[in-house]
């Protein structure tokens, strides 16, 4: 057989004999024979293939016109067949079976111990762990609380240690935001709103709310997409109000607007967003109301004022460090204290983002965390404004990591969406998720059961603060907020490891403002103005060339 011969028969092969086998099975059905069903198959396949051979967009259907077939069935499959097949249970990403596995247990209520010991590399790099006390005690993590609030502020809030991070209706759907809101109300903690507004799902069930302001305003804008004070007033007042957070950047995508394409814009999601139906809708990637760090401070105020008195912060993922100490400056210049600093770190993500950003913008979380901890510490700020941790937060060592690099609470979301039932298909942003956690399908929502689900997120967070509590007790201490870099060991190589304070520089208080030449942050804080976002002088090797004024 030639060369070109058996070329055409790889390629056609199947198609050929399908198409022969089509038409004998046509001859059978004209006959009465009892293989006429067989065209029930052959007959489509063979329509494919002569289709496949005539059209234009897909090339390797023109040249396989059945056997191409297989390429997009084996892509389709691939997400699947990795995870519960190829994938060990300690090499998934962005979260692996193991750690999912916590999540579902413990959502559950089912017994989440493990047994014959770990199966992590106590030698490899990535191994980290805390140290214990021969002095262990017994503490109840569920009881746990830490005030949100400083001296600026007329009502604080005593705000659990884990809590739901923001999720916006319109990326999950209203089943599912109800049965976080109803999981919050039964244990205690906060459900964020995120930017997408506070919908009708986020009440059901009273649940205490941070209700998140993106640079869309929804929930609290005009006509014409700017903020509405009045429109702000009468929802920040409500009781189930407990905090107001700015977004400033989230961890999937820093710098960047969301985008909800008008066909997923329903009734409902309209009604929250105050848009229209079936209109895109485009957040801008900054605020309108603002454009410098000392306008950030005199809108935290004004918020403030607005609502009554009520905890006002920030959330953001960390970019450039001269931004962070700036608004530090805007602080100490105005006199206005934000309550909190939500850091969201690179590494999260529930929403969809350009694979650039997801993959190359923004700090991760330890490194945006330590950097907005010696912020604070430096300027003298630490004591009125609290941190609150965001990315990758599932377990009670993901927690304890947190707080001793500087946070006084976490918040989780995907581990919260796992909770749900959540199988980490990928598939939030193309409205098919299997779950009806990330869908405004309704046949695809019915089947989240609302109680049964608010069940699951209640056990999550209530479980997961019981180890918290534990492992604190372990290490004789009585909070949490007493863990420290110390406390916490990392392996640098199979004959190294160091506790985090001699990895990482922490400032000693008021650092910035005595001596910042003796940190390593003098050049940004020289290069910070609470006069402006930009820079007033390069940093690096030619640091000493003006750029920019106040």
């Known amino acids: 057989m030639s060369g070109r011969l058996k070329e055409y028969c790889a390629r056609f092969g199947l198609f050929g004999t399908v198409l022969a086998l089509a038409v004998v099975a046509a001859v059978a059905a004209f006959s009465g024979s009892a293989w006429a069903w067989a065209l029930l198959i052959l007959g489509p396949l063979s329509v494919l293939g002569i289709w496949n051979l005539f059209q234009s967009k897909h090339t390797l259907m023109r040249n396989y016109p059945l056997l191409a077939h297989g390429r997009w069935i084996s892509e389709e499959l691939r997400p699947f067949l990795r995870q519960y097949i190829v994938e060990g249970n300690l090499t998934g990403r962005p979260f692996n079976r193991h750690q999912r596995s916590i999540v579902y247990e413990r959502a559950k209520n089912t017994v989440d111990s493990q047994p014959f010991g770990s199966d992590l590399d106590f030698y490899g790099e990535e191994y980290e762990m805390t140290t214990h006390s021969m002095a262990a005690k017994t503490l109840d993590g569920t009881q746990f609380r830490t005030k949100i609030g400083n001296s600026q502020c007329k009502r604080p809030y005593e705000a659990s240690l884990l809590n ?211 912020a604070l510490v430096g300027s003298g700020l630490r004591d009125e404004i609290a941190i609150g941790a965001s990315g990758k937060v599932f377990s009670a060592f993901s927690m304890a990591n947190n707080l001793a690099l500087g946070a006084d609470w976490c918040n989780a979301a995907r581990a919260f969406m796992f909770s749900l039932g959540c199988v980490m298909t990928k598939r939030c942003h193309t409205d098919t998720c299997p779950t009806g956690v990330a869908t405004q399908n309704p046949s695809r929502q019915r089947g989240l059961v609302i109680d049964d689900k608010a069940e699951r997120v209640y ?47 922490f400032l000693e208080p008021n650092a910035l403002i005595d001596e910042p030449e003796s940190t390593p942050y003098a050049e940004w804080w020289a290069a910070a103005s609470p006069d402006t976002f930009k820079a007033l002088r390069e940093t690096g090797p030619s640091h000493h060339r003006v750029i920019a004024r106040g």
């Open 164 to 374: 739901v991070s923001a999720m916006s209706f319109g990326s999950l759907s209203g089943k599912a935001i109800r049965a976080l809101n109803k999981g919050a109300e039964m244990g205690g903690f906060y459900h964020d709103t995120g930017e997408g507004g506070l919908s009708e799902h986020h009440r059901a069930y009273n649940g205490d709310l941070v209700w998140e302001l993106g640079t869309g305003y929804f929930g609290c804008r005009d006509k014409e997409g700017r903020f509405d004070p009045g429109l702000f007033r009468e929802t920040a007042q409500t009781d189930q109000v407990k905090m107001i957070e700015i977004k400033l950047s989230q961890g999937a995508k820093p710098g960047h607007g969301g985008v909800l394409p008008g066909a997923k814009v329903t009734s409902e999601i309209a009604k929250a967003r105050q848009i229209e139906v079936g209109e895109e809708c485009v957040s801008p990637g900054a605020h309108p109301e603002f454009d410098t760090p000392v306008g950030l401070m005199q809108f935290i105020a004004r918020l403030r004022e607005l609502s009554d008195g009520k905890p006002v912060g920030i959330k953001l993922c960390v970019g450039h460090p001269w931004e962070l100490l700036a608004v530090c400056k805007a602080s100490l210049k105005t006199g206005i204290r934000p309550d909190f600093i939500v850091v969201d770190g690179a590494e999260g993500g529930t929403g969809a983002a350009p694979e650039e950003f997801s993959d190359h913008v923004g700090l991760p979380l330890r490194d945006g965390l330590i950097m907005v901890r010696n």
């Open 459 to 505: 056990h999550f967070q209530r479980n997961t603060l019981k180890r918290l509590g534990e492992l604190v007790g372990a290490a004789g201490l009585d909070h949490p907020n007493e863990l420290r870099p110390h406390h916490l060991y990392h392996r640098r190589g199979p004959n190294a490891i160091q506790t985090m304070d001699f990895i990482h520089e």
